[in-house]
C-alpha cells in the first residue's frame, strides 16, 4: 500500500536576496496561516510541514530577523494551546495565534516593499547623477 507522505518546506532550498527570502518566507507563511484558519491542514502537521526545527534554525541564523523568528516561534506553539487548555479558550488562542502570524507577515511585506522602493528610487538617483555627468 502506498503511503502517503506530507510535503516537507525546507527554507535553506530557497535562493535570492535576503529581501527576496524574506518575501518568500512571509508569503509562505501567510498561506501556511489561511491552511490553519480553514482546516486544510492541522496544527501538528504546520509543524511537520513547515514549522520544524531546521526551518527554525535557518530563520535564526540566516534570515536574522526579529518578525521573522517571532512568526516561527508562534508557529511551533500551535499545537501545544491543545494540549494545555481547554478546548474552546485552545480554539480562541489559536486564531489569536494565527493573527499575530498575520500581522508580522504582513509588517515583513510592508518593510521589504518600503526597502525595494528606496533601492529602486536609489538606483534611479544614481543613474540620473551619471547621465547628467555624461552631458556636462
Known amino acids: 500500500m502506498k503511503q502517503n507522505h506530507p510535503f516537507h518546506i525546507v527554507l535553506s532550498n530557497s535562493r535570492g536576496k535576503p529581501t527576496q527570502q524574506l518575501e518568500l518566507f512571509a508569503l509562505l507563511n501567510l498561506g501556511i496561516a489561511q491552511s490553519l484558519a480553514s482546516g486544510v491542514i492541522s496544527a501538528t502537521e504546520s509543524i511537520q510541514r513547515f514549522y520544524h526545527a531546521d526551518n527554525c534554525l535557518y530563520v535564526r541564523k540566516h534570515l536574522r ?6 512568526i516561527m516561534s508562534h508557529g511551533v506553539q500551535l499545537p501545544d ?16 495565534e494565527l493573527e499575530k502570524i498575520r500581522s508580522l507577515c504582513l509588517k ?15 538606483i534611479e538617483l544614481e543613474r540620473h547623477k551619471g547621465l547628467t555627468s555624461q552631458s556636462t
Open 81 to 96: 494551546l491543545f494540549d494545555c487548555l481547554p478546548a474552546e479558550e485552545a480554539q480562541r488562542e489559536f486564531f489569536h
Open 108 to 122: 515583513l511585506l510592508e518593510k521589504g516593499h518600503r526597502l525595494g522602493v528606496a533601492n529602486c528610487d536609489r
Open 65 to 70: 530577523s526579529k518578525q521573522a523568528n517571532a
